[in-house]
């Protein structure tokens, strides 16, 4: 017997749910060493392990009101917002694409959220996601992604990444500092790959006028400051520039921040949105 449409998409966002979590789990512990497998979740204000039952996305945080059943610690809003997001992207990409379609784009979204939160706390990207993303993205969009297919996914790997490295060479060479990190590169390479060239230059520039937005939000209200530690020996990663400028620059340029969050928001949002953006974008 078939299911109903909509019950699918019910059961769909409730595994994406799921997945968000883990993204949260990953995103805490791959820079910090931490195993993937083990331990169990815990808190990381007290470290206690988070019961089975307390543990469910969204609705945990929802019945606990943000904050852990040991020590009362806030739980940040992000892992909530995470989870949220996470299962709308999959609901939505279930109703409106084919399904290993519909998967391809959810395992980049999801890859894109890991690489967002990482960056956003360590200015970095790890390798462990872009460096295997790139080949993956190609046989997706070659096998199972038809609005992509191969040859606009390697061109979107050489415009994405080629542009970006280029862009960060001449700066380098002008400037005599770093503008574009090797993390956003390989970031924009892994976007290029999963959509093509069309999605690769919607990135770069959606991207980058979110990112202005962004730093510009930032720098005014002083709630991002450049992280307290350096990532953990055991987390392989490429390192992503900011948008601080050199010393003596007025404070508002000062501020540093990372690009991956904003280049992952507009790769999402092309991710989802592609048939009708690419027609508008192209055309």
């Not at 917002?81 to 609901?91: M, R, V, W, Y």
């Not at 992604?145 to 542009?163: D, H, N, Q, R, Y």
């Not at 979110?210 to 307290?228: D, K, Q």
């Amino acid at each position: 017997m078939d299911v109903p449409r909509g019950t699918a998409a019910l059961i769909v966002f409730a595994f994406g749910a799921c997945a968000g979590s883990f993204v949260n789990v990953v995103a805490y512990r791959l820079p910090r060493d931490i195993s993937i497998i083990a331990p169990r979740s815990f808190c990381p204000s007290c470290g206690h392990p988070v019961p089975f039952w307390v543990n469910i996305p969204i609705l945990s945080y929802l019945v606990l009101r943000g904050r852990c059943i040991a020590c009362s610690a806030t739980i940040p809003f992000r892992y909530f917002l995470t989870e949220l997001a996470l299962a709308s992207a999959a609901a939505y990409l279930y109703v409106n694409f084919a399904p290993l379609d519909a998967l391809a784009r959810y395992v980049l979204c999801a890859g894109l959220f890991v690489a967002a939160l990482i960056d956003y706390d360590w200015r970095v990207i790890p390798n462990v996601i872009t460096f295997p993303g790139i080949p993956l993205g190609v046989l997706t969009a070659w096998w199972v992604m038809p609005e992509v297919g191969w040859k606009s996914s390697l061109a979107g790997v050489t415009i994405g990444a080629g542009f970006l490295f280029v862009t960060g060479e001449a700066y380098l060479r002008i400037r005599g500092r770093e503008g574009v990190g090797m993390g956003d590169v390989w970031l924009l390479g892994m976007v290029g790959a999963f959509l093509g060239w069309p999605g690769a230059l919607f990135t770069l520039f959606a991207g980058s006028i979110l990112g202005t937005i962004g730093a510009m939000a930032m720098a005014v209200s002083g709630e991002h400051s450049p992280p307290s530690h350096e990532p953990l020996p055991g987390a392989t990663a490429e390192v992503t520039a900011g948008t601080a400028e050199a010393e003596g620059a007025p404070r508002f340029l000062q501020t540093e921040i990372p690009f991956g969050p904003f280049l992952a928001l507009a790769a999402g949002i092309f991710a989802l949105f592609q048939p009708a953006l690419a027609y508008w974008y192209v055309s």
